[in-house]
């Protein structure tokens, strides 16, 4: 079955960005040449789940779109619709997730914010979370993990450390 894989960057005090939304803490780990395995991840999905705030942000880098090559489904309360492999959803996230997970294909990447990933969380539908976590207190900010959420039990199953500072940690549900 497709896995649901929470891949995002956190500081050592847990935020994912600051209050104002500001991810410039990132570059603390910014080393030529060095992805942190992202290249490799992301040839394991085709699909990405992520929330408008981030949609967004992503639309300041400059950049072309990161995730053109893949399935991309924003969710939105707001925005409606669908150009090229984007589409905004504004339904049931289970829901959408059991549908995607019925067709054959890679695993599904779920790009963040917070408040997608409160909502997995809730659900208990998150498969597999990789955290980088960036060698820098915030003090403030956005939590990745917001509290309200059931209890869950993970088991590692790998973890890195990077000349940066950064390491990258793997754990899985322990029912998987």
Avoid at 53 to 68: Q, R
Avoid at 116 to 141: A, C, H, Q, W, Y
Wanted: glycine content about 10%.
């Amino acid at each position: 079955m497709r896995k649901v894989v929470l891949y995002i960057a956190a500081s050592l005090d847990g935020y994912i960005a600051k209050e104002n939304g500001d991810i410039s803490f990132l570059s603390v780990v910014e080393s030529k040449g060095e992805d942190y395995g992202y290249g490799n991840f992301v040839k394991t999905v085709d699909t990405v789940i992520m929330g408008r705030k981030t949609y967004d942000k992503i639309l300041t880098f400059g950049i072309n779109f990161p995730h053109s090559d893949k399935k991309c489904y924003v969710i939105s309360k707001t925005k409606k619709g669908a150009y090229n492999n984007i589409e905004f959803y504004n339904g049931d996230i289970a829901g959408l997730i059991k549908n995607i997970r019925k067709i054959d294909g890679l695993d599904i990447f779920i790009d963040g914010g917070a408040e997608i990933v409160f909502e997995l969380m809730k659900l208990n539908i998150i498969d597999r979370f990789i955290v980088s976590v960036i060698p820098v207190f915030l003090g403030t900010g956005i939590t990745l993990f917001k509290s309200g959420r059931m209890e869950q039990n993970l088991k590692l199953i790998h973890s890195a450390v990077y000349p940066s500072g950064l390491v990258q940690l793997w754990y899985e549900q322990k029912n998987n």
